[in-house]
């Protein structure tokens, strides 16, 4: 008679305490998970509420404002972006009117929080309600990588949409994997698809649906990981045509975004956006802003500091992975390290093809070309630190149709040894303590009058004294760059404020000098008419044509002033070259302003017998405000 040496169950009674500690671990982790996300959203509301619109999110909102909601609108591209859901966030925040900032601000709070529990989703599917899980929740939170692409409300336009899709297409598609059931995978590419109507590098997370496939949730070698992939050949079809057929839609309707310019400097871009900017901001940095370009800061970090801060995250992530290897953790530091390496090196060529030959190699030291790289940097943190719950067993449960659902293993224990948590802690105040500094001045850069808010705000509350009428010039390149033309004229940068109309023709004109004040034009005069022939009147138009000589030369884009002195209301015809206006005249003594391109003589003008206007000269030249010296 043998004796089994099995161990006897254990009593229910023993077994609910063990559950009963489960479920408060997990409401404990997910609720703290909660409070950091809303704790973060608090800082970002603050920071967002003192922040303004800035360049390209004046030319979104005047888009919207003059084509309204319709499909066509919500398709157009925008700098080489197709943003559906931007452009209808952009209508939506334009309807206040009055370039009211409350909409866009609560539009940035709103998406921040949605991403920010996305990301407690993701990691929770991922890695199980361990309280590990808090560490990588809290890079993505406190990181001033998002922060650069959060305050400028049009590029967060296009990042936060794809951080929410970016978070629950992971999800969603890790629990495919350790389930097996379809739907979740159809829900991943819903995801996505809402990650694509932002931004296109929304495209880039398949790439990172399939590491994690091959890597974490498959075994073997690379043939055998290859036929768990091929098993999920499903999931794969409805990703592939969803790949397919917005890179169709891509190349069909958006302009290429490769550049045109001088030759990239690939080593100093490397350089500015990896080796200083991506390696500082990861602790906490970078500590230290260029302001050459408020409200847009720059990395200004030292070079030695830069280099140290890559040693010190190569020593505590080996360090991190040793540590793991003797307690017998399994974790995914070959997926990790492909994500970020992968992700990172596509921003560099996509910053090298597309910004860099106009910008030069100095625009890798701005972060929101890197701000999209903090949610991968969560994940891969995740992947390098904790064990993934359930990739033991997914390829069993993707491997055929109709698999039970595999529930995840028991957890295993990965937290850090007593002697080096508080190395851990000390190591964490200190990330941040730089995290907040350098996030915060950041943010105060946006909280002051830069030179784009400062002339904006001036213009309107001129506007609010009266109505006003100025000439549609080009607004100072600090304000607008020129670049951006037609969208730097005042018709379309303060298209949104009903009391300022900005006009290519009228009468006694304003201007906007630097600081966005209203004077009075005057014009700076490259060709100019003699004095008239008629003492007292000049140049008398009646019924009678009347030919005014202009003497000079003039630039391919011209403003014509004609001073006149009238005696009643009346029309004239204006001739410039081949070009012939009706004119209004006013009665009185007034200065009458023209906009022209190209050939603009001889001048012609021609009245009625109803009122007589005497034109005392002629000027061609560019506009300028009255008392800028000639």
């Known amino acids: 008679m043998s004796t089994s040496t099995r161990p006897a169950p254990a009593p229910a009674a023993s077994r609910a305490p063990a559950r009963w500690r489960e479920v408060e671990q997990r409401h404990l982790v997910v609720g703290s998970a909660v409070v950091l996300v809303l704790v973060q959203t608090g800082w970002r509301a603050w920071a967002s509420a003192g922040a303004w619109w800035y360049a390209d999110d004046f030319i979104l909102l005047e888009d919207a404002r003059r084509s309204g909601l319709s499909l066509a609108a919500l398709v157009q591209p925008h700098d080489s972006q197709?943003?559906?859901?931007?452009?209808?966030?952009?209508?939506?925040?334009?309807?206040?009117?009055?370039?009211?900032?409350?909409?866009?601000?609560?539009?940035?709070?709103?998406?921040?929080?949605?991403?920010?529990?996305?990301?407690?989703?993701?990691?929770?599917?991922?890695?199980?309600?361990?309280?590990?899980?808090?560490?990588?929740?809290?890079?993505?939170l406190v990181s001033p990588l998002t922060l650069t692409a959060y305050l400028w409300w049009a590029a967060a336009l296009n990042q936060l949409p794809l951080h929410l899709a970016f978070f629950l297409a992971v999800g969603c598609h890790v629990t495919y994997l350790r389930t097996g059931r379809q739907r979740w995978a159809l829900l991943a590419a819903l995801a996505v698809t809402l990650g694509m109507t932002a931004y296109v590098k929304a495209a880039l997370?398949?790439?990172?649906?399939?590491?994690?496939?091959?890597?974490?949730?498959?075994?073997?070698?690379?043939?055998?990981?290859?036929?768990?992939?091929?098993?999920?050949?499903?999931?794969?079809?409805?990703?592939?045509?969803?790949?397919?057929?917005?890179?169709a839609a891509y190349t069909r309707w958006v302009p290429s975004p490769v550049a045109e310019g001088a030759p990239t400097d690939w080593s100093g871009l490397v350089r500015a956006m990896v080796g200083e900017s991506l390696g500082s901001v990861s602790l906490g940095g970078p500590w230290r802003w260029s302001t050459e370009n408020p409200p847009l800061l720059q990395v200004d970090v030292p070079g030695p500091v830069a280099v140290l801060s890559w040693v010190v995250i190569v020593a505590a992530l080996g360090a991190a992975l040793v540590v793991l290897r003797r307690r017998g953790?399994?974790?995914?530091?070959?997926?990790?390290?492909?994500?970020?390496?992968?992700?990172?090196?596509?921003?560099?060529?996509?910053?090298?093809?597309?910004?860099?030959?106009?910008?030069?190699?100095?625009?890798?030291?701005?972060?929101?070309?890197?701000?999209?790289?903090?949610?991968?940097?969560?994940?891969?943190l995740a992947l390098w630190c904790l064990p993934v719950a359930g990739a033991d067993a997914a390829t069993a449960a993707t491997a055929a149709p109709g698999s039970r659902p595999v529930a995840a293993p028991a957890r295993t224990r990965a937290g850090l040894p007593a002697a080096l948590?508080?190395?851990?802690?000390?190591?964490?105040?200190?990330?941040?303590?730089?995290?907040?500094?350098?996030?915060?001045?950041?943010?105060?850069?946006?909280?002051?009058?830069?030179?784009?808010?400062?002339?904006?705000?001036?213009?309107?509350?001129?506007a609010d004294e009266r109505p006003r009428t100025v000439a549609d010039v080009p607004v100072p390149a600090s304000v607008m760059a020129g670049t951006a033309f037609p969208d730097n004229l005042p018709s379309r940068l303060l298209g949104s404020l009903p009391r300022v109309r900005a006009v290519a023709a009228g009468t006694d004109l304003e201007t906007l000098d630097a600081g966005g004040t209203p004077v009075r034009a005057a014009v700076v005069a490259g060709a100019e008419s003699?004095?008239?022939?008629?003492?007292?009147?000049?140049?008398?138009?009646?019924?009678?044509?009347?030919?005014?000589?202009?003497?000079?030369?003039?630039?391919?884009?011209?403003?014509?002033?004609?001073?006149?002195?009238?005696?009643?209301?009346?029309?004239?015809?204006?001739?410039?070259?081949?070009?012939?206006?009706?004119?209004?005249?006013?009665?009185?003594?007034?200065t009458l302003f023209l906009r022209g391109e190209g050939g603009w003589g001889p001048v012609r003008l021609q009245g009625s017998d109803e009122a007589v206007v005497c034109v005392d000269s002629v000027r061609v030249g560019d506009l300028v405000p009255a008392g800028v010296p000639r």
């Open 530 to 590: 003699p004095a008239g022939p008629q003492d007292g009147c000049g140049y008398r138009v009646g019924a009678e044509a009347v030919t005014v000589p202009v003497e000079g030369d003039a630039e391919f884009f011209w403003w014509a002033t004609v001073s006149y002195l009238a005696s009643a209301d009346t029309t004239l015809t204006l001739g410039l070259g081949e070009r012939e206006e009706r004119v209004e005249v006013l009665a009185g003594l007034h």
């Open 205 to 247: 997370v398949l790439p990172v649906l399939l590491v994690l496939s091959l890597g974490p949730f498959a075994s073997g070698g690379i043939p055998a990981r290859l036929r768990t992939v091929a098993g999920q050949w499903r999931a794969w079809a409805v990703y592939g045509v969803l790949g397919a057929s917005y890179a």
């Open 82 to 140: 197709l943003m559906p859901l931007g452009r209808l966030l952009a209508w939506s925040a334009g309807r206040a009117g009055d370039l009211a900032w409350w909409p866009g601000a609560l539009q940035l709070v709103g998406l921040q929080l949605a991403a920010g529990l996305a990301a407690v989703w993701m990691l929770v599917r991922l890695a199980g309600p361990r309280p590990a899980i808090l560490a990588p929740l809290a890079f993505y």
């Open 329 to 380: 953790v399994r974790t995914a530091p070959v997926s990790a390290a492909l994500l970020v390496v992968g992700w990172v090196g596509g921003a560099l060529v996509l910053v090298g093809l597309g910004r860099a030959p106009q910008l030069g190699a100095f625009v890798g030291y701005e972060l929101r070309y890197l701000a999209d790289s903090a949610m991968v940097v969560t994940l891969a």
């Open 421 to 462: 948590r508080p190395v851990a802690a000390v190591a964490a105040l200190v990330l941040l303590a730089g995290a907040a500094w350098s996030s915060s001045t950041y943010a105060a850069a946006w909280h002051r009058p830069y030179a784009t808010r400062a002339f904006v705000e001036r213009a309107a509350q001129a």
